[in-house]
Protein backbone atom coordinates (compact mmCIF):
# COMPACT_ATOMS: atom_id res chain seq x y z
CA UNK A 1 0.00 0.00 0.00
CA UNK A 2 3.08 2.38 0.75
CA UNK A 3 6.58 2.02 -1.05
CA UNK A 4 9.30 4.23 -0.46
CA UNK A 5 12.38 3.45 -2.51
CA UNK A 6 15.62 4.98 -1.47
CA UNK A 7 13.97 8.46 -0.57
CA UNK A 8 16.29 10.89 0.51
CA UNK A 9 15.67 15.05 0.48
CA UNK A 10 17.83 17.61 0.62
CA UNK A 11 16.99 21.36 2.30
CA UNK A 12 19.21 24.07 2.24
CA UNK A 13 22.44 22.22 1.71
CA UNK A 14 20.98 19.66 4.95
CA UNK A 15 20.11 15.48 4.60
CA UNK A 16 17.15 15.70 5.91
CA UNK A 17 16.08 12.14 4.85
CA UNK A 18 18.75 9.77 3.53
CA UNK A 19 18.04 6.68 1.55
CA UNK A 20 15.13 5.42 3.53
CA UNK A 21 13.10 2.50 1.79
CA UNK A 22 10.23 1.56 3.25
CA UNK A 23 7.51 -0.76 2.23
CA UNK A 24 3.87 -0.92 4.38
CA UNK A 25 2.13 -3.56 2.95
CA UNK A 26 -1.78 -4.29 3.31
CA UNK A 27 -3.11 -5.46 6.65
CA UNK A 28 -0.14 -3.83 8.85
CA UNK A 29 -0.42 -0.88 10.77
CA UNK A 30 2.86 0.92 11.44
CA UNK A 31 3.98 3.34 13.81
CA UNK A 32 7.19 5.62 13.11
CA UNK A 33 8.83 6.20 16.11
CA UNK A 34 12.19 8.86 16.16
CA UNK A 35 13.68 11.52 18.18
CA UNK A 36 12.83 15.94 17.56
CA UNK A 37 13.55 16.36 13.94
CA UNK A 38 14.58 13.26 13.32
CA UNK A 39 12.54 13.18 9.77
CA UNK A 40 8.75 11.62 11.04
CA UNK A 41 6.15 14.08 9.93
CA UNK A 42 8.64 14.81 6.47
CA UNK A 43 7.78 11.11 5.51
CA UNK A 44 4.66 11.73 6.30
CA UNK A 45 4.20 15.10 4.45
CA UNK A 46 5.72 12.63 1.44
CA UNK A 47 3.63 9.99 1.93
CA UNK A 48 0.58 12.17 1.55
CA UNK A 49 2.46 13.57 -1.25
CA UNK A 50 2.46 17.02 -0.05
CA UNK A 51 6.50 17.06 -0.20
CA UNK A 52 8.37 15.77 -3.16
CA UNK A 53 11.95 13.60 -2.41
CA UNK A 54 15.02 15.12 -3.91
CA UNK A 55 15.34 11.56 -5.17
CA UNK A 56 13.67 7.73 -4.56
CA UNK A 57 10.26 7.22 -5.58
CA UNK A 58 6.96 7.37 -3.85
CA UNK A 59 4.04 5.08 -4.50
CA UNK A 60 1.02 4.89 -2.03
CA UNK A 61 -2.22 2.90 -3.16
CA UNK A 62 -0.71 1.44 -6.64
CA UNK A 63 -0.27 5.00 -7.14
CA UNK A 64 3.51 6.29 -8.47
CA UNK A 65 4.01 10.09 -7.40
CA UNK A 66 5.04 11.86 -10.05
CA UNK A 67 3.08 9.82 -12.54
CA UNK A 68 -0.54 10.52 -11.26
CA UNK A 69 -2.56 12.78 -9.93
CA UNK A 70 -2.04 13.22 -6.42
CA UNK A 71 -5.44 15.01 -5.64
CA UNK A 72 -6.67 11.98 -6.64
CA UNK A 73 -5.08 9.66 -4.34
CA UNK A 74 -5.45 11.95 -1.65
CA UNK A 75 -9.26 11.00 -1.53
CA UNK A 76 -8.39 7.72 0.36
CA UNK A 77 -6.06 9.24 2.51
CA UNK A 78 -7.30 10.67 5.36
CA UNK A 79 -4.30 12.87 7.21
CA UNK A 80 -4.97 14.24 10.90
CA UNK A 81 -1.85 16.81 12.10
CA UNK A 82 -1.76 19.64 13.80
CA UNK A 83 -1.22 21.98 10.69
CA UNK A 84 -4.92 20.58 9.43
CA UNK A 85 -6.48 21.46 13.12
CA UNK A 86 -4.88 25.20 12.44
CA UNK A 87 -7.05 25.51 8.71
CA UNK A 88 -10.25 24.42 10.60
CA UNK A 89 -12.48 26.86 11.38
CA UNK A 90 -13.16 27.12 14.96
CA UNK A 91 -16.74 28.65 14.76
CA UNK A 92 -18.24 25.97 12.66
CA UNK A 93 -20.17 23.30 14.64
CA UNK A 94 -18.63 20.27 15.04
CA UNK A 95 -20.88 18.01 13.30
CA UNK A 96 -20.05 20.36 10.23
CA UNK A 97 -16.73 20.14 10.86
CA UNK A 98 -17.13 16.43 10.76
CA UNK A 99 -18.83 15.82 7.47
CA UNK A 100 -16.82 18.42 5.19
CA UNK A 101 -14.39 15.58 5.58
CA UNK A 102 -15.98 13.40 3.18
CA UNK A 103 -15.33 15.97 0.52
CA UNK A 104 -11.77 16.46 1.67
CA UNK A 105 -13.06 20.22 1.78
CA UNK A 106 -12.43 22.86 4.78
CA UNK A 107 -15.69 24.10 4.59
CA UNK A 108 -18.66 23.95 2.56
CA UNK A 109 -19.95 27.44 1.17
CA UNK A 110 -23.54 25.64 0.56
CA UNK A 111 -25.75 23.19 2.48
CA UNK A 112 -24.73 20.15 3.44
CA UNK A 113 -26.43 17.19 2.10
CA UNK A 114 -28.28 15.47 4.31
CA UNK A 115 -27.19 12.37 4.32
CA UNK A 116 -23.70 13.64 4.65
CA UNK A 117 -24.68 15.31 7.64
CA UNK A 118 -26.29 12.19 9.06
CA UNK A 119 -23.50 10.13 8.56
CA UNK A 120 -21.13 12.91 10.38
CA UNK A 121 -23.92 12.67 13.74
CA UNK A 122 -23.42 8.58 13.36
CA UNK A 123 -20.02 8.53 13.35
CA UNK A 124 -19.95 11.32 16.11
CA UNK A 125 -22.71 9.10 18.17
CA UNK A 126 -20.15 6.09 17.56
CA UNK A 127 -17.19 8.05 19.42
CA UNK A 128 -19.84 9.14 21.88
CA UNK A 129 -19.59 12.40 20.84
CA UNK A 130 -22.92 13.32 19.77
CA UNK A 131 -23.54 15.73 22.82
CA UNK A 132 -20.79 18.12 21.05
CA UNK A 133 -22.58 18.11 17.60
CA UNK A 134 -24.01 22.07 18.16
CA UNK A 135 -20.91 23.42 19.70
CA UNK A 136 -18.23 25.24 17.78
CA UNK A 137 -15.39 23.10 17.15
CA UNK A 138 -13.36 26.34 19.26
CA UNK A 139 -15.46 25.22 22.60
CA UNK A 140 -14.32 21.83 22.98
CA UNK A 141 -11.35 20.18 24.82
CA UNK A 142 -7.94 19.26 23.29
CA UNK A 143 -9.78 15.16 23.63
CA UNK A 144 -12.61 16.14 21.95
CA UNK A 145 -11.46 17.88 19.17
CA UNK A 146 -8.79 14.85 18.59
CA UNK A 147 -11.37 12.58 17.80
CA UNK A 148 -13.48 15.11 16.12
CA UNK A 149 -10.32 14.75 13.82
CA UNK A 150 -10.42 11.13 13.82
CA UNK A 151 -14.28 11.05 12.96
CA UNK A 152 -13.78 13.71 10.15
CA UNK A 153 -10.79 11.84 8.69
CA UNK A 154 -13.21 8.50 8.74
CA UNK A 155 -15.81 10.97 6.70
CA UNK A 156 -13.74 10.10 3.43
CA UNK A 157 -13.99 6.07 4.04
CA UNK A 158 -10.13 6.23 3.82
CA UNK A 159 -8.05 3.36 2.33
CA UNK A 160 -5.23 4.87 4.63
CA UNK A 161 -4.99 6.83 7.33
CA UNK A 162 -1.97 8.66 8.69
CA UNK A 163 -1.97 10.24 12.36
CA UNK A 164 1.00 12.86 13.43
CA UNK A 165 0.67 12.68 17.27
CA UNK A 166 -2.74 12.80 17.80
CA UNK A 167 -2.26 12.09 21.41
CA UNK A 168 0.24 15.82 21.67
CA UNK A 169 -1.58 17.64 24.49
CA UNK A 170 -3.93 14.95 25.92
CA UNK A 171 -3.99 14.03 29.68
CA UNK A 172 -3.90 10.39 31.14
CA UNK A 173 -7.50 10.06 30.94
CA UNK A 174 -7.92 11.57 27.40
CA UNK A 175 -5.55 10.19 25.63
CA UNK A 176 -6.41 6.26 26.77
CA UNK A 177 -9.70 7.64 25.19
CA UNK A 178 -7.99 8.55 21.95
CA UNK A 179 -6.16 5.33 22.31
CA UNK A 180 -9.14 3.33 22.53
CA UNK A 181 -10.74 4.74 19.29
CA UNK A 182 -7.50 4.84 17.35
CA UNK A 183 -7.35 0.94 18.76
CA UNK A 184 -11.29 0.19 17.75
CA UNK A 185 -9.33 1.27 13.83
CA UNK A 186 -8.85 -2.29 13.59
CA UNK A 187 -12.29 -2.96 13.02
CA UNK A 188 -12.65 -0.79 9.46
CA UNK A 189 -10.58 -1.74 6.61
CA UNK A 190 -8.05 0.90 6.83
CA UNK A 191 -4.10 0.71 6.95
CA UNK A 192 -2.79 3.62 9.97
CA UNK A 193 0.47 5.17 10.00
CA UNK A 194 1.15 6.63 13.44
CA UNK A 195 3.70 9.03 14.23
CA UNK A 196 4.35 9.61 18.19
CA UNK A 197 6.94 10.17 20.98
CA UNK A 198 5.16 7.95 23.07
CA UNK A 199 6.25 3.98 22.79
CA UNK A 200 2.80 2.96 25.14
CA UNK A 201 0.63 4.47 22.79
CA UNK A 202 1.71 1.89 20.20
CA UNK A 203 -1.56 -0.31 21.36
CA UNK A 204 -2.42 -3.99 19.85
CA UNK A 205 -3.86 -2.70 16.23
CA UNK A 206 -0.23 -1.52 15.24
CA UNK A 207 1.91 -4.75 14.30
CA UNK A 208 4.70 -2.84 12.58
CA UNK A 209 7.43 0.28 13.84
CA UNK A 210 10.08 2.11 12.08
CA UNK A 211 12.72 3.47 13.67
CA UNK A 212 14.10 6.78 12.60
CA UNK A 213 17.29 8.61 13.57
CA UNK A 214 18.60 11.82 11.96
CA UNK A 215 16.55 11.04 8.62
CA UNK A 216 18.07 7.30 8.53
CA UNK A 217 15.84 4.19 9.10
CA UNK A 218 17.51 2.48 12.20
CA UNK A 219 15.07 -0.78 11.58
CA UNK A 220 11.61 -1.34 10.49
CA UNK A 221 9.59 -4.57 11.15
CA UNK A 222 7.47 -6.32 12.84
CA UNK A 223 7.02 -4.44 16.62
CA UNK A 224 8.06 -7.51 18.71
CA UNK A 225 11.44 -7.61 16.22
CA UNK A 226 12.28 -3.86 16.42
CA UNK A 227 10.70 -2.45 19.85
CA UNK A 228 13.96 -3.65 21.52
CA UNK A 229 16.32 -1.77 23.94
CA UNK A 230 19.07 -2.34 21.72
CA UNK A 231 17.17 -1.24 19.06
CA UNK A 232 15.88 1.93 20.99
CA UNK A 233 19.10 2.82 22.11
CA UNK A 234 20.67 3.44 19.08
CA UNK A 235 17.66 5.47 18.23
CA UNK A 236 17.08 7.42 20.86
CA UNK A 237 20.78 7.00 23.08
CA UNK A 238 19.07 5.74 25.86
CA UNK A 239 18.82 2.71 27.82
CA UNK A 240 15.45 1.13 28.45
CA UNK A 241 14.11 -1.89 29.46
CA UNK A 242 10.99 -2.57 27.75
CA UNK A 243 7.53 -4.89 29.28
CA UNK A 244 5.12 -6.37 27.73
CA UNK A 245 1.53 -5.77 28.85
CA UNK A 246 -1.80 -7.21 26.83
CA UNK A 247 0.44 -6.39 23.26
CA UNK A 248 1.18 -3.15 24.45
CA UNK A 249 4.94 -2.05 25.39
CA UNK A 250 5.64 0.21 28.50
CA UNK A 251 8.62 1.45 28.93
CA UNK A 252 11.25 2.33 31.53
CA UNK A 253 14.43 4.61 31.76
CA UNK A 254 17.45 2.85 33.12
CA UNK A 255 18.97 4.62 35.50
CA UNK A 256 22.04 6.66 33.90
CA UNK A 257 20.53 5.90 30.87
N1 LIG B 1 10.88 22.69 4.25
C1 LIG B 1 11.94 22.51 5.03
N2 LIG B 1 13.06 23.24 4.85
C2 LIG B 1 14.15 23.08 5.65
N3 LIG B 1 14.19 22.19 6.65
C3 LIG B 1 13.10 21.44 6.88
C4 LIG B 1 11.92 21.54 6.09
N4 LIG B 1 11.00 20.67 6.57
C5 LIG B 1 11.59 20.04 7.61
N5 LIG B 1 12.85 20.49 7.81
C6 LIG B 1 13.82 20.03 8.82
O1 LIG B 1 13.86 18.62 8.69
C7 LIG B 1 14.09 18.01 9.94
C8 LIG B 1 13.02 16.95 10.17
O2 LIG B 1 11.78 17.59 10.45
P1 LIG B 1 10.48 16.76 10.81
O3 LIG B 1 9.42 17.76 11.13
O4 LIG B 1 10.21 15.78 9.75
O5 LIG B 1 10.94 16.00 12.12
P2 LIG B 1 10.09 15.18 13.18
O6 LIG B 1 10.82 13.89 13.37
O7 LIG B 1 8.67 15.10 12.74
O8 LIG B 1 10.24 16.09 14.45
P3 LIG B 1 9.28 16.31 15.74
O9 LIG B 1 9.26 15.00 16.46
O10 LIG B 1 10.00 17.36 16.51
O11 LIG B 1 7.95 16.74 15.23
C9 LIG B 1 14.08 19.11 10.98
O12 LIG B 1 15.40 19.43 11.32
C10 LIG B 1 13.41 20.27 10.26
O13 LIG B 1 13.90 21.50 10.71
Excluded at 5 to 24: G, K, P, T, V
Excluded at 38 to 56: A, H, I, N, R, V
Aim: proline share 4%; with cysteine; aromatic share 6%.
Amino acid sequence: MISMQHISLIREQRRILDDISLDMSAGENWVILGRNGSGKTTLLEMMTGYMFPSSGQVEVLGQRYGQCDIREVRKSIGYISQSMVERLSLIDPVWEVVATGAFAFLRFYQAIPEDVGDRALSLLAEMKLDYLAEQPLGTVSQGERKKVLLARALMGDPKLLIMDEPCAGLDLYEREKMLAEVDRLKRRNVMVVYVTHHIEEIVPLFSHVALVREGRLVAAGRKEDVLTPELIKQTYHIDVELKWDDDRPWIRVLAGG
